[in-house]
Each structure stands twice: as C-alpha cells, then as structure tokens.
Nanobody, 125 residues
C-alpha cells in the first residue's frame, strides 16, 4: 500500500530554519497534488502549504507566506517544506498529504487520499 514518511522535524530556536521531507512508497509524487498540514494539541489539522500536480499552483497559509516554501523533487520522489524564520507559533506536528485527481492546490483535509504519520517541529522562543 501507499506509504508517506516525513522526516526533518526537530527542535529549533526562533528565527532558525528546518527542512521537512516526505518520501513515498508505491506512489509517484509527480502524479499527485501534495500538501503539508500542521496540527497542535486540541486543534484541528490545518493547511500550511499545497502544491498542484503540475506545480503551477501553490497555496500558503497567511501565517507562513514569505517564510515557507513547498516543492517537489521528482528525481528523489520527495516533497519538501523549507521553513525559514521559524516562530514559536509554528510549533506542531507536520503531516505530508497527497491526493489524486485534478491539478490544483487543495486546502481541506478531506481532499487528500494519503497521509504520513507526522513529524514534530518545536520552535523555542
């Protein structure tokens, strides 16, 4: 079955950077739209960034615009989230997601067919 595995999370000071990576088995990322979501305790999972299947359309949450970049590496078959100028409010569990069909950057969790197990990001002040 399809598996998504995130890596790259950790503890970083405010102002620092992290790069999250999502690797897939039995799924080619160039064939799907992808996204990163974030969840904190007691809150619903929220969209951070999304990238359409052909790469022509991206979405960023207002809180991360100008600081985060989502990209796809078709050679390595990975999806990346470069996170710069991190803030304490960026703390949370980050999930990679993929969806079949269409060529747009979906922002709702219900749109996505596959999910990773998450990687934890902690930003200290």
């Amino acid at each position: 079955q399809v598996q998504l595995v995130e890596s790259g999370g950790g503890l970083v000071q405010a102002g620092g950077s992290l790069r999250l990576s999502c690797a897939a088995s039995r799924l080619t990322f160039s064939s799907v739209s992808v996204a990163w979501f974030r969840q904190t305790p007691g809150k619903e999972r929220e969209i951070v960034a999304a990238l359409s299947r052909r790469g022509g359309n991206t979405y960023y949450a207002d809180s991360v615009k100008g600081r985060f970049t989502i990209s796809r590496d078709n050679v390595q078959n990975t999806v990346l989230l470069q996170m710069n100028t991190l803030k304490p409010e960026d703390t949370g569990d980050y999930y990679c997601a993929a969806k079949w069909g269409g060529d747009y950057s979906a922002i709702a969790t219900i749109n996505y067919d596959y999910w990773g197990q998450g990687t934890q990001v902690t930003v200290s002040s």
